[in-house]
């Protein structure tokens, strides 16, 4: 009975600490968690930031292209003035 009750204060503490080992474990993940989800918002932030400036760097290309393509005909038809002139 006597070893009972020695017994009985050292496995209280041993589960208060083990308590207490699981709240700061618990209190841990949590920030952990925090972190992670603060940090996917960040990515998802910049992918969405990413996605617009591709989008307008593509309609910028494609306002270029045509560009070219009017600068080239305008080209063309000078090119095919000259030759008419020089023929003539």
Known sequence: ??????????????????????IELVERLRQE??????QRDAALREAVEVRQQAARLNQELESL??????VRGRIERLLGQIDTLTAG
């Open 65 to 70: 292209r045509d560009e070219r393509r009017e």
């Open 33 to 38: 968690k925090e972190a992670a989800l603060a």
């Open 1 to 22: 009975m006597e070893l009972l009750r020695e017994m009985e204060p050292d496995s209280l503490e041993a589960l208060e600490e083990r308590i207490r080992h699981a």
